[in-house]
């Protein structure tokens, strides 16, 4: 890649000129003509979206994980940003900038060959509400800072949880309610936190180093991120082993064994994290169980359902979530399978005053709005761990509005479908295994051991990470990730980006067998040549 | 407002014919053609492009808050999300459904009679960066999940920090560094999570209880926030107070006695936010002497410039942020007043190891990418309280790529000269006070407390209240907000929408009077009646 000397000019201005024209009292030209016209918005606007959707038309031109080096971009640009912008059109050079040296070392997301992580799926609608809500620019922390934005964060809310066939307890229409964060991560530790401080009325704030936290050592790590940011001390997180025999979910009698332990050793039950989805397997906990041990112990009892939870909007996976009519508080991200575009986590809680008394605020200088007093007002900056928020509603609203209960439907479908298809070529070749049965658009795979006398186990973590390097290293393949479970390593093909269609899959997995052929056969070679 | 039946239509799908068609495994239409089409996303992208600049265009047809009841939304719209959209076009459907029931019930925060709370001030270049953003839609967590993201928020932050003229120590190019957050409540608590970790560290973790932090009695409640959310006992929050001889600034020589009352009665300060440009009225903590304070207790010194950070891009501000070498870590919210739209805070901090130790995660299954092995590589997932996060980065390197350093300055200086304008108008009205002098682009003012006989301070208070009800219930109006300080009730007027020319401003003060002269002859013809 060629240095984009013409990113910006280097030069940090003439101080003593602006001194100079300041104490002038020199007028200065409009600045609103500049920043915010209306034309030149219109104008600079219409680039942008055919930029975008030029991008998506040429999405395939680009190799989903770009060959770039650390410092490729920080030491091609200049040192500090222009006084001034050198072209006489800013805008379009950016834009130039950012064809020819951004989106060439950025990882491609939105790629039908993006098979790693989880997916972070985009649609017209959510990405073209980003912009709306971009453009309109209102910071809805209270009710009164913009009513309809916090209104149809409370309809829309509903509306996704009716979708996903939650309990009418955990919504508005129930007495629950709902909000849209930005992460999991944030939802876990709002609701830990509001957790905690009803705990700490019980049993007095000085015992905060007695609580602790149930995951399995398959949840996402936000969990941990939370209950340390949240002050849990470290050594009261426990992670309870799963195996794969049970698929790799959370056992209910292992909890109750580690809450009793605990419980006996002096030590306070706080939060129970169950997943619906496990990041590296996409494992599904026992919910009305776990909830059940949960409860016994006085612990409050959340369910993670980050990726997963998507599917719950078709009929046929709606039994997974069975017993969320005993949760405290349930969350997924609407960002990650169902359309709504970065970010977008929708958190749910049975009793929205624990959210406040755990997160709240009242402070003279926010305004009241005589319309509210006396109503039952939510405002949103008392449910999260930010005052300052996005209008999200919006983007979700428009999803939902745009494409229907039944368009989400057969969005997840259509994956689960190429998913289902892609395990089946995996099973149908015998070099290769399927580690966990795939439950939704999940597929974790790799290359059966090697026999014992050439490694066994043990060579296969390795070979499959070579497997893995070299597929992601092909020119126009697919990319993935790994997981390493119960010391097994495998490779994660999780379909649900918005473009893939079947054949991205079929020649996904085409990728992948002749990279394992190249690689057996070099074994062979070698083995043949110690032999 | 009519009741917006069409918004869309309560069915909730025939499940029976979804689950046969699964078990019939007929083919779904191609799901990508509608959802992600480069062609549609074009079409339905130049209606949004248009719709934006209608409303900017349209801004002052708005009032500038609504009047609509609690309620007035969510009970115009459905209960449940539509199964399928009825419109052929739904898209084009949604967007005059927003037009028709969505903004009239916003307070438009873009409005340039919009003179409540702090300003978010939009800029077309950072209204479709987030449009460019959420096109792109790639989740860079890790530098290997985008590495253009990553070093591009590498870059762009070490910008920012020179615009403002931040001590290298806080940036990359001298051993810190930046990032990208939300909200400065995040910025504050992972700044405070990073000091509890190292202190804990020292001390022993069971000692969680014994910590304290410090701040004034006007500094803003996202301290308090972060301090519950962390974990801090609730009643280890000093709030020292201010006092009006002093502008409300924070007094080392009290802060200096509250850590040495706390100090000897064995308790631990732990962390101190001093603020530059305080919500209420913009008041600025002396930095230098502060941190002075808390280096010799040993505690964390974090500034929140959430505000008034973006005036230190003008050198005649600099000297506000004397002593910023000092600090642990400083924020300040670019979308507040800089043009980077809702969210974009900026985090820097002196020692990036003590947030990773905080804040960051180890797990197999993120991929690390052969490239970064042994590299001086950012991984920002470590860095904040969120795993996932957007590309923020893109939308302020477009704004300082644009605009440039001079043109933040011209922008900051009109606003600031509004202000000024606005004060000396205030000044010349012998009915009015300006509280508190101003020092950039907020004023804080009241009508003078009515003779003792008529109530004195005390109806000040009341009088001052009504004045912004009427102010702000007057159609086509301002929209101001107000602060209590010292027991003094106040009106603000924060200049800061980019749209907001000289003219707003005067007609705002017109306004301001008008409604004080109507009350004031009220208030004399009830008082001459009592006589």
């Given at each position: 890649?060629?240095?984009?000397?013409?990113?910006c000019?280097?030069?940090?201005?003439?101080?003593?000129?602006?001194?100079?024209?300041?104490?002038m009292?020199?007028a200065?030209p409009?600045?609103?003509?500049?920043?915010?016209?209306?034309d030149?918005?219109?104008?600079?606007?219409?680039?942008?979206?055919?930029?975008?959707?030029?991008?998506?038309?040429?999405?395939?031109?680009?190799?989903?994980?770009?060959?770039?080096?650390?410092?490729?971009?920080?030491?091609?640009?200049?040192?500090?940003?222009?006084?001034r912008?050198?072209?006489?059109?800013?805008?379009?050079?950016a834009?130039r900038?950012?064809?020819d040296?951004?989106?060439?070392?950025?990882?491609?997301?939105?790629?039908?060959?993006?098979?790693?992580?989880?997916?972070?799926?985009?649609?017209?609608?959510?990405?073209?509400?980003?912009?709306?809500t971009?453009?309109?620019?209102v910071?809805?922390?209270?009710?009164?800072?913009?009513?309809?934005?916090?209104?149809?964060?409370?309809?829309?809310?509903?509306?996704?949880?009716?979708?996903l066939?939650l309990?009418?307890?955990?919504?508005?229409?129930?007495?629950?309610?709902?909000?849209?964060?930005?992460?999991?991560?944030?939802?876990?530790?709002?609701?830990?936190?509001?957790?905690?401080e009803?705990?700490?009325d019980?049993?007095?704030?000085?015992?905060?180093?007695?609580?602790?936290?149930?995951?399995?050592?398959?949840?996402?790590?936000?969990?941990?991120?939370?209950?340390?940011?949240?002050?849990?001390?470290?050594?009261?997180v426990?992670?309870?082993?799963?195996?794969?025999?049970?698929?790799?979910?959370?056992?209910?009698?292992?909890?109750?064994?580690a809450?009793?332990?605990?419980?006996?050793?002096?030590?306070?039950?706080?939060?129970?994290?169950?997943?619906?989805g496990?990041?590296?397997?996409?494992?599904?906990d026992?919910?009305?169980?776990?909830?059940?041990?949960?409860?016994?112990?006085?612990?409050?009892?959340?369910?993670?359902?980050?990726?997963?939870?998507?599917?719950?909007?078709?009929p046929?996976?709606?039994?997974?979530?069975?017993?969320?009519?005993?949760v405290?508080?349930?969350?997924?991200?609407?960002?990650?399978w169902?359309?709504a575009?970065?970010?977008?986590c929708a958190?749910?809680v049975?009793?929205?005053?624990?959210?406040?008394?755990?997160?709240?605020?009242?402070?003279?200088?926010?305004?009241?709005?005589?319309?509210?007093?006396?109503?039952?007002?939510?405002?949103?900056?008392?449910?999260?761990?930010?005052?300052?928020?996005?209008?999200?509603?919006?983007?979700l609203w428009?999803?939902?509005?745009?494409?229907?209960?039944?368009?989400?439907?057969?969005?997840?479908?259509?994956?689960?479908?190429?998913?289902?298809?892609?395990?089946?070529?995996?099973?149908?070749?015998?070099?290769?295994?399927?580690?966990?049965?795939?439950?939704?658009s999940l597929?974790?795979?790799?290359?059966?051991?090697?026999?014992?006398?050439?490694g066994?186990?043990?060579?296969?973590?390795?070979?499959?990470?070579?497997l893995?390097?070299?597929?992601?290293?092909?020119?126009s393949?697919?990319?993935m990730?790994?997981?390493?479970?119960g010391?097994?390593?495998?490779?994660?093909?999780?379909?649900?980006?918005?473009?893939?269609?079947?054949?991205?899959?079929?020649?996904?997995?085409?990728?992948?067998?002749d990279?394992?052929?190249?690689?057996?056969?070099?074994?062979?070679?070698?083995?043949?040549?110690?032999?």
């Open positions: 890649m060629a240095p984009p000397a013409q990113m000019h280097v030069n940090n201005g003439d101080l003593n000129a602006a001194a100079v024209r300041m104490v009292k020199e200065a409009p600045h609103s003509a500049s920043l915010l016209d209306a030149e918005f219109r104008r600079q606007g219409h680039q942008v979206i055919d930029f975008v959707a030029d991008y998506y038309a040429d999405m395939c031109s680009y190799p989903v994980h770009p060959s770039v080096t650390p410092g490729f971009l920080r030491s091609a640009l200049p040192k500090d940003a222009p006084s912008p050198a072209e006489h059109d800013a805008f379009a050079a834009l900038d950012v064809r040296h951004i989106l060439p070392g950025l990882t491609h997301w939105q790629s039908p060959r993006h098979f790693a992580h989880f997916p972070a799926s985009s649609s017209t609608a959510a990405a073209l509400g980003e912009a709306l971009a453009g309109i620019n910071v809805p922390f209270t009710w009164a800072a913009s009513p309809a934005a916090t209104e149809l964060e409370m309809v829309v809310t509903d509306w996704l949880g009716k979708a066939h309990p009418e307890s955990l919504l508005f229409c129930g007495g629950g309610g709902g909000t849209l964060l930005g992460t999991s991560c944030e939802a876990i530790l709002c609701a830990l936190v509001a957790a905690r009803r705990k700490l019980e049993i007095g704030s000085k015992r905060i180093g007695d609580l602790v936290v149930y995951c399995s050592d398959q949840t996402h790590f936000a969990l941990r991120k939370a209950a340390r940011i949240a002050g849990i001390h470290r050594d009261n426990r992670e309870i082993p799963t195996h794969r025999d049970r698929m790799f979910a959370l056992s209910p009698a292992d909890l109750g064994a809450m009793r332990a605990d419980a006996d050793a002096g030590l306070v039950p706080l939060f129970l994290c169950a997943t619906i496990t990041t590296q397997t996409a494992a599904v026992p919910v009305r169980e776990l909830c059940a041990v949960a409860a016994a112990h006085g612990a409050w009892s959340h369910v993670d359902a980050a990726y997963a939870g998507s599917a719950l909007v078709c046929e996976f709606h039994h997974l979530a069975d017993g969320a009519d005993a405290d508080s349930f969350s997924m991200n609407a960002h990650k169902l359309l575009n970065t970010d977008c958190l749910w049975r009793q929205p005053a624990l959210l406040v008394a755990g997160l709240g605020t009242e402070q003279e200088y926010i305004l009241k709005d005589a319309a509210a007093e006396g109503h039952d007002i939510v405002d949103y900056k008392d449910w999260s761990v930010t005052l300052t928020r996005r209008f999200r509603a919006l983007k428009l999803v939902l509005r745009c494409y229907g209960v039944e368009g989400l439907r057969d969005h997840v479908r259509a994956h689960v479908r190429m998913a289902a298809a892609f395990e089946e070529m995996v099973r149908a070749d015998e070099r290769f295994e399927v580690v966990v049965d795939r439950q939704f597929v974790c795979f790799r290359l059966r051991p090697p026999p014992e006398k050439l066994g186990e043990k060579a296969a973590n390795e070979l499959n990470r070579s893995l390097e070299e597929v992601n290293a092909t020119s393949g697919p990319y990730s790994s997981a390493k479970v010391g097994t390593y495998m490779l994660r093909c999780a379909v649900g980006s918005t473009l893939t269609e079947e054949r991205h899959v079929t020649e996904a997995w085409r990728v992948v067998q990279r394992a052929a190249e690689l057996l056969g070099k074994m062979e070679i070698t083995n043949s040549v110690v032999a």
